[in-house]
C-alpha cells in the first residue's frame, strides 16, 4: 500500500469522524475547512462514501449525513459487545462442566474468528488464541455458522473453492450440503482432523433477539480424549449453552417455538 493510499484511508476516516458533532448535516465546504483539505478532495471522498453507503447526501440541504452502512456498521459493534459480556459467564459454566477448552466464534466472510475463549485446565489442550481466524468449512463452528446462513449466501460459499486441510476435509459441495442440512436438523455439528489431524470440536447455535443465528459456542479438545462418546454426552451441554448465551441476548426459545406452531 503506498503512502497516498495510506493519506486517502487517513482522510476518509478523519471525513467520517467529522460527523460525530451528530449535526443534522454538514456541506463540503465546511467539511474542507474543519479537516483542512481542498474542496475537491473532500467532494471525491464523499463520492466514494457514498457509493458504499456509509455517507449520503441530503437532497434538501445538499450537505451529507452518515449512510446507513454506519449505522449497521455500528449494529454490528454493538452485537459482538454484547456477545462477549453475554458469553462470558456461560462460556465459564462450560469449561468447568466438560473440562474442555470453550469458545465464541462468529462468521467473517469463508472464515471463523473466536472472539472469545477460555482454556482447558488439561496439560494437553489445544491452543487457539482469541482472533485466530479459520476456514469456516472444516471447523465446527463454521458449519454452524454456514448452516443457517441464508440459502442464497450458503449456496454462494459452497460454490467456490474450498482447501483441503487434510485428508478429512469436506470439500464436496454436495457432501458438505448434506451435512449442514443435518447440523440445522440436529441443532449441532462436529469435525474430527478435518483443519488438524488430531483435533475435534463440537459446536451448536447462539441466536440474538430476533432468532437470528450470530455466533457459535464450541468445545474443542485432542481427538485422542474427544472421541464418539464424549462427543455425544457433551452435545446437549454444549446446545444449552449456546441457548443461554441466546437468552442473555434477548431470544425467547419458547416464543420462536410458539410463534412456528401458529
Known amino acids: 500500500m503506498t503512502d497516498a493510499t495510506l493519506s486517502t484511508v487517513r482522510n476518509a476516516a478523519r471525513l467520517l469522524k467529522a460527523f460525530l458533532t451528530r449535526e443534522e448535516s454538514i456541506g463540503v465546504s465546511e467539511l474542507a475547512r474543519r479537516l483542512d483539505l481542498g474542496k475537491s478532495g473532500v467532494h471525491r471522498l464523499l463520492t466514494t ?40 459467564p456461560v462460556l465459564a459454566h462450560l469449561r468447568d462442566q466438560t473440562g474442555e477448552s470453550s469458545q465464541i466464534g462468529v462468521l467473517d466472510g469463508d472464515e471463523v474468528v473466536y472472539v472469545d475463549r477460555l482454556e482447558s485446565a488439561h496439560s494437553l489442550r489445544l491452543f487457539t488464541e482469541t482472533g485466530r481466524r479459520v476456514p469456516a468449512h472444516c471447523t465446527s463452528s463454521g458449519k454452524v455458522l454456514l448452516a443457517h446462513l441464508p440459502e442464497p449466501e450458503r449456496e454462494a460459499f459452497l460454490a467456490r473453492p474450498m482447501a483441503r486441510l487434510t485428508p478429512h476435509t469436506v470439500v464436496d459441495p454436495a457432501v458438505l450440503r448434506a451435512e449442514l442440512a443435518s447440523v440445522r436438523a440436529r441443532g449441532w455439528a462436529e469435525a474430527v482432523d478435518e483443519r488438524e489431524i488430531g483435533v475435534a470440536s463440537i459446536a451448536a447455535p447462539i441466536r440474538d433477539i430476533h432468532g437470528d443465528v450470530v455466533a457459535a459456542v464450541s468445545i474443542g479438545a485432542p481427538a485422542a480424549r474427544f472421541g464418539t462418546v464424549p462427543r455425544r454426552r457433551f452435545a446437549r451441554d454444549l446446545v444449552e449453552a449456546g441457548e443461554a448465551v ?14 412456528r406452531e401458529a
Do not use: C, S
Open 49 to 88: 462514501l457514498a457509493a458504499e453507503g456509509l455517507v449520503e447526501q441530503d437532497p434538501r440541504t445538499g450537505g451529507y449525513r452518515l449512510g446507513i452502512v454506519v449505522f449497521e456498521l455500528g449494529e454490528a459493534v454493538k452485537v459482538h459487545m454484547d456477545l462477549h459480556a453475554a458469553a462470558g
Open 246 to 259: 441466546g437468552r442473555r441476548l434477548g431470544w425467547n426459545p419458547e416464543l420462536a417455538a410458539r410463534g
